[in-house]
């Protein structure tokens, strides 16, 4: 009994080292689609960044995980990667932004938010509106330093 268990362990194991960095990020899609704030979905985009450490979809998704769960500050690091691996993606940007762009950020963290507000239009951000109420949100709180 005690190997059986532990042959289905290490074929587990196996099974997860097979997968690749694309399917990890599918499989949380998939769980996604359903449960949007699923304990899952952070394992398998973890897995995913183990196996691709610049695997951009699993950044990008594991930070809107991170602010949908109201971690927001542990997104910042994987927008920053996502950010140096692709440069020109405004959805990255305005991402960030919105992360920084909060009543009790540091001057600098708002400066920030307005540098990326801009560089996300500079990449095609489109929705004009959303970037027109971040940018007041932003000019709101650095009048408050």
């Known amino acids: 009994m005690k190997k059986l268990v532990l042959l289905l362990f290490v074929l587990s194991v196996f099974n997860g080292l097979s997968q690749s960095a694309d399917e990890f990020v599918q499989q949380s899609d998939e769980i996604a689609a359903a449960y949007p704030k699923d304990a899952r979905i952070k394992g398998l985009l973890v897995k995913a960044l183990r196996q691709d450490p610049n695997h951009e979809a ?38 960030r932004a919105k992360v920084n762009i909060r009543e009790n950020a540091l001057k600098e963290d708002l400066l920030q938010a307005k540098e990326d507000l801009n560089q996300a239009i500079v990449n095609g951000f489109e929705d004009t509106a959303r970037i027109a109420k971040a940018e007041n949100y932003v000019n709101l709180f650095i009048s408050k330093y």
């Open 58 to 95: 699993a950044l990008y998704k594991l930070a809107q995980y991170h602010i949908a769960g109201n971690t927001d500050i542990e997104a910042l690091p994987l927008l920053n990667t996502a950010i140096a691996i692709n440069p020109t993606n405004a959805n990255y940007y305005w991402l």
